[in-house]
């Protein structure tokens, strides 16, 4: 039997807009974020959608509500769906993250898997805690389509288990815009997942675009071509 899962990652909320990390930290959506959480409804209105789960996060919950809207259904929240809990970090600016804490940015930059946030989970355990919660909604709903809203990082890693991969695998998954769809299949009899695509944002254009808006993924976006051009 094959059960779909079509995660959508957050609209833009506060601490994306102010770079400012929000892992726990309740912020709600922009005013950009509730025009992108109108567009990826509307691109969902034709996609069969049987249930919705959401994470229990203000940002979340308003663009889960876009969709619920849309397809006329009821809105399951759970915590197990959060962001990954940032201890010390929260809402804290990026940009001091390096300042106050060089060892633990190091580590959440480039060797994510073994990254223990101050205070807050290590990511292997916030790994444990989403796989757990993703088996036990599949496991309540076989063969269906489940819509799951929930934050980019929390998307990011568990594309290692989706692709078959160790967690250290998380460095090669790039970072998805807000709003942006995956559409994941599972298998139960061979107790696998299928990617059927990832971070998806035709809904969007470059104008409602937040991460190809920012100055930060323009650079992180060269760096990555100029690595490719050294290989």
Do not use: W
């Given at each position: 039997?094959?059960?779909?899962?079509?995660?959508?990652?957050?609209?833009?909320?506060e601490g994306n807009i102010n770079r400012r990390f929000h892992g726990w930290f309740d912020s709600r959506i922009t005013e950009k974020g509730h025009k992108q959480a109108l567009k990826v409804a509307e691109r969902l209105?034709?996609?069969?959608?049987?249930?919705?789960?959401?994470?229990?996060?203000?940002?979340?919950?308003?663009?889960?509500?876009y969709i619920a809207d849309v397809k006329q259904l009821p809105i399951i929240r759970t915590d197990k769906l959060r962001e990954i809990n940032g201890g010390d970090w929260e809402d804290m600016p990026f940009d001091q993250l390096p300042v106050l804490y060089p060892k633990e940015n190091k580590t959440w930059e480039e060797e994510p898997h073994l990254h223990q946030m101050p205070n807050g989970e290590c990511v292997s355990e916030f790994y444990d805690?989403?796989?757990?919660?993703?088996?036990?909604?599949?496991?309540?709903?076989?063969?269906?389509?489940?819509?799951?809203?929930?934050?980019g990082a929390a998307i990011r890693t568990m594309l290692c288990r989706f692709y078959g991969q160790k967690l250290e695998y998380i460095k090669n998954i790039f970072w998805h815009d807000n709003t942006s769809v995956t559409v994941v299949d599972y298998d139960d009899k061979k107790d696998e997942f299928e990617v059927l695509m990832e971070g998806d944002t035709e809904h969007l254009g470059f104008e409602l675009s937040t991460i190809e808006n920012q100055e930060w993924w323009q650079e992180f976006m060269e760096e990555k071509r100029k690595q490719n051009k050294l290989k």
């Open positions: 039997m094959i059960t779909r899962l079509i995660f959508v990652r957050h609209a833009e909320a209105a034709s996609m069969p959608i049987d249930i919705i789960y959401s994470s229990s996060l203000t940002r979340t919950l308003q663009t889960a509500q805690r989403l796989m757990g919660e993703v088996k036990h909604i599949i496991g309540n709903n076989p063969g269906k389509n489940i819509c799951i809203v929930t934050h």
